[in-house]
């Protein structure tokens, strides 16, 4: 372990107060033992940087007992001398008192740095681990190499824990480039491969992070443009190799590995589109939780209290990002999900975060947006269901607030969509000989300010879209009574036009037969159709002009009624009735006019012969 190393070299070269042992008289061992402070503060910081970039304050189980025992140890050092630096004694004095403050400090800060990351993994509140820097770091005056491992390498690696897109975080990151670019010119080897490794880290974050190139003003007062994707990232590159293993879709799934895990359902996320490939992420979920079941059964007891608490940890984070993934597929390709569907799904999701004391807000993101716009589309429809549109309305109201909590507690927690365990997020760096450790290499945190004013945006949008269901609610029931009105005019006109052609085709027959004083049976048939056949023409123009003057439809959507066809469809009929009727009465009125022009001829046939028989009857009267 780094930090026993440099424990142990410390106790035996300055522990037992051996700073008092010297022959102050001689200036040799004077000289040797202030040589020896400027090598140790060299060599600490070396293995205090390894020991923080190989992430030994999760991996080792005594971690946080030797750093305690290294702190006690520096207990006794002398207080600085008071007054000018005049002898060899107050010069050693003075060093080692410079030597034991950084030292300090510098373990201090390791500690809250340690202390700020096991409460990120406890299932308990957020601890503040600031109260450690104040009430343990010691005041000096000088710049050392030691204060370099606090003031940039802690902070260094305390940004892979929050990981946010913001730029000012970017260029901070920038700033801690520039100065390690500073301290590695005219330095030892040791130092310089330190000084390399901050920087491949550095730059590891910022690709990570951000795409867009970087304006940055350096020390020279010369802009310079950094871009993240051509930054040297040295042995980190391990990590995208292994990203790439774990996204090959011909890869099995390991139960002592859940990287593939997460890597595949990732991409069932995005490149599924048909609902029914959900049973392919049931199948993820399914080999997970068996996998789950193994490691939970597992003692872990060679493991370190702080390795088990962060691997535990990055478990049950695999276990909600898989059904997180699992819900947002489901609200992306099915548009028109049913809200129950949203609260079961939304139910299971509750339990296991319940289960692991994880409170991520993404589910909930995933099921508002889900429900307003599926409120949105009954608006634009005017589909007015009061008591679907109460309970998707209701849920909104029950959502909402818990989606702000959970935004606040991811943001408290500094947390992230999934953790891997401490093994797989180590890769090993045979050029340093050193596991190189990145706590979740493979994703990223969420900017919770933007969060925070989504979920504003949300709380808008469900008090406008209530006010706006209630406004086209009572649209809805305005068109219903217009609708009515219609209709009561549309029937009141329908019943005046049936009673005007019963009442003209009746007294249109009466008319028929009185002004017909000869009986002549098919002429009144034909004239009593030829009455219906108008009336029948009449009818079909009223109801064919009736929506446009009446009801005054546009035009375009009359044309498109079946009114309208069936009306087109009567007239045709009555144009071909008219002409079938128009041949049958003129082949009846030539029949009639033949039977009476032989009607004609026999009566003046029999009066002709009336009148050659009446002189024939005179005469035989006569003879007698």
């Not at 897109?165 to 480039?177: P, Q, T």
């Not at 799904?345 to 509750?350: G, H, P």
């Not at 706006?468 to 009561?488: C, G, H, L, M, Q």
């Amino acid at each position: 372990m780094e930090l026993q190393v440099c424990y142990e070299k410390y106790k035996v070269e300055f522990g037992n107060e051996k700073w008092s042992h010297i022959d102050y008289n001689d200036g040799e061992a004077c000289q040797a033992f202030y040589n020896k402070i400027q090598d140790f503060i060299e060599f600490s910081f070396i293995h205090l940087t390894r020991s923080i970039l190989s992430g030994e304050y999760i991996r080792e189980k005594n971690f946080g007992e030797i750093l305690e025992k290294f702190k006690q140890e520096l207990a006794n050092i002398p207080n600085p001398p008071v007054g000018s630096i005049t002898t060899p004694e107050n010069r050693i004095q003075l060093e080692v008192f410079y030597l034991g403050s950084s030292l300090f400090n510098a373990l201090a800060s390791y500690e809250s740095f340690f202390f700020l990351v096991r409460s990120k993994y406890k299932k308990a509140d957020y601890e503040n681990s600031n109260i450690w820097l104040k009430r343990l770091f010691r005041k000096t005056d000088r710049n050392s190499l030691l204060e370099t491992f606090y003031n940039i390498a802690i902070p260094i690696c305390q940004q892979e824990y929050y990981l946010l897109v913001d730029e000012g975080r970017a260029y901070k990151i920038l700033e801690l480039r520039s100065s390690i670019e500073m301290i590695a010119q005219n330095t030892s080897v040791g130092v310089k491969e330190i000084c390399t490794l901050l920087l491949q880290k550095t730059a590891f974050i910022l690709r990570r992070v951000r795409i867009e190139p970087l304006r940055y003003i350096t020390s020279n007062l010369k802009e310079e443009t950094i871009y993240p994707d051509k930054l040297d990232v040295g042995d980190y590159s391990l990590f995208e190799k292994i990203c790439e293993q774990c996204s090959d879709p011909d890869s099995d799934s390991k139960d002592d590995k859940i990287a593939p895990f997460v890597f595949k359902m990732r991409d069932y996320r995005t490149s599924l589109k048909n609902e029914m490939d959900i049973k392919s992420m049931d199948d993820v979920i399914a080999d997970f939780k068996r996998a789950y079941g193994i490691y939970k059964s597992d003692p872990k007891q060679q493991k370190s209290e702080m390795e088990r608490i962060s691997d535990e940890f990055s478990w049950d984070s695999v276990y909600n990002y898989l059904y997180n993934c699992r819900f947002s597929f489901l609200t992306r390709v099915k548009k028109d999900i049913k809200l129950k569907k949203i609260k079961e799904e939304l139910r299971v999701i509750e339990d296991i975060q319940a289960a692991t004391y994880i409170q991520n807000f993404h589910p909930y993101d995933k099921a508002i947006q889900s429900i307003i716009d599926c409120i949105q589309r009954h608006i634009d429809k005017e589909d007015i269901n009061d008591h679907l549109m109460e309970d998707k309305f209701s849920e909104l109201e029950r959502l909402i607030p818990l989606y702000k909590e959970r935004i606040e507690w991811c943001k408290s927690h500094v947390f992230i969509a999934f953790q891997l365990p401490f093994e797989e997020s180590c890769v090993y760096s045979e050029k340093y000989e050193l596991n190189l450790f990145v706590p979740s290499p493979f994703a990223n945190n969420d900017d919770y300010d933007a969060l925070a004013k989504r979920a504003d945006s949300y709380e808008q949008q469900y008090k406008s879209q209530k006010m706006i269901y209630a406004v086209t609610k009572e649209k809805v029931e305005i068109d219903k009574i217009k609708s009515s009105i219609k209709n009561t005019d549309k029937k009141a006109f329908d019943l005046i036009a049936i009673f005007t052609t019963a009442i003209t085709f009746l007294f249109g027959i009466v008319n028929i037969f009185i002004m017909n004083d000869e009986v002549n049976l098919p002429l009144l048939i034909c004239n009593t159709m030829g009455l219906g056949v108008l009336l029948i023409l009449f009818m079909c123009l009223y109801l064919l002009a009736s929506p446009i003057l009446i009801q005054q439809l546009p035009w375009k959507q009359y044309v498109r009624t079946r009114r309208f066809y069936l009306g087109i469809i009567a007239i045709i009929i009555y144009m071909g009735l008219t002409c079938f009727l128009y041949n049958r009465f003129e082949y009846i009125g030539s029949k009639v006019e033949e039977k009476e022009r032989t009607e004609n001829v026999k009566e003046k046939a029999s009066e002709k012969e009336i009148q050659i028989q009446e002189p024939n009857n005179i005469q035989d009267k006569l003879k007698e």
